[in-house]
């Protein structure tokens, strides 16, 4: 069971990035898929999760500026962040736990992604 995480890079505050996380190895479409997210001497962080139904939960720090959507025929989670801030600067996680209930603690999931670079000038 594989995630990979893509799609970070160095944007102005304001700015927009999509990251991608493709699954392989196994079917999520019955699991629950998310994003965490780490920044420099900090505690990994939730950031949002989705069900395989399209259920959505978001952390209050990127509510109405981020959308998590999947392609459960493509195995595919996406995180379309807008209006980046320089506080969003992190390395993005996805992850996947194998249940239909959504949780925002990080030693709920099972399988972890490389992460993902995101860097927000200011």
């Known amino acids: 069971v594989q995630l990979q995480a893509s799609g970070g890079g160095l944007v102005q505050a304001g700015g927009s990035l999509r990251l991608s996380c493709a699954a392989s190895?196994?079917?999520?479409?019955?699991?629950?898929m998310g994003w965490f997210r780490q920044a420099p001497g900090k505690e990994r962080e939730f950031v949002s999760v989705i069900t395989w139904g399209g259920s959505v939960y978001y952390a209050d720090s990127v509510k109405a500026r981020f959308t998590i959507s999947r392609d459960n025929a493509k195995n595919t989670m996406y995180l379309q962040m807008n209006s980046l801030k320089p506080e969003d600067t992190a390395v993005y996680y996805c992850?996947?736990?194998?249940?239909?209930?959504?949780?925002?603690?990080?030693?709920?999931?099972?399988?972890w992604g490389q992460g993902t670079l995101v860097t927000v000038s200011s």
């Open positions: 190895g196994r079917t999520f479409s019955r699991y629950v």
């Open positions: 992850t996947a736990r194998d249940s239909t209930v959504i949780v925002t603690t990080p030693s709920s999931y099972y399988y």
